[in-house]
């Protein structure tokens, strides 16, 4: 299971730290990835980590803005997104894909495990 959690509402040009917390299995046997669905809008991949190997990916849309990291002892993985702005509101998910490495991309299709979303909206 995963339980994503930290959105809200935030002013432009603030930040927020978004949570993904699983139970049941370890993020270091899967790819975790956040991803965000706006209103009327496809969801789309903001950043993938693979915690047991450390590397990352970014949606070019974010990179700069956005930093995905992992608490390999709390189970947990974050997305620290700075520098919001209103074309980041969206529900934001956290999904983990099996298999301890990143895939090609950072790709919704690609996840098959997903937690409940948490909105962010950001206010101009």
């Known amino acids: 299971q995963l339980q994503a959690s930290g959105g809200g509402l935030v002013q432009a040009g603030g930040s927020l730290r978004l949570s993904c917390t699983a139970s049941g299995f370890s993020i270091e046997d899967y790819a975790i990835g956040w991803f965000r669905q706006a209103p009327g809008k496809e969801r789309e991949g903001v950043s993938c980590?693979?915690?047991?190997?450390?590397?990352?990916d970014y949606a070019d849309s974010v990179k700069g803005r956005v930093t995905i990291s992992s608490n390999n002892a709390k189970n947990t993985v974050y997305l620290q997104i700075n520098s919001l702005k209103p074309e980041d509101t969206a529900v934001y998910y956290c999904?983990?894909?099996?298999?301890?490495?990143?895939?090609?991309?950072?790709?919704?299709?690609?996840?098959?495990?997903w937690g409940q979303g948490t909105l962010v909206t950001v206010s101009s």
């Open positions: 999904a983990a894909d099996w298999g301890s490495a990143l895939g090609p991309e950072c790709a919704p299709r690609l996840y098959d495990y």
């Open positions: 980590i693979s915690s047991k190997f450390g590397n990352t």
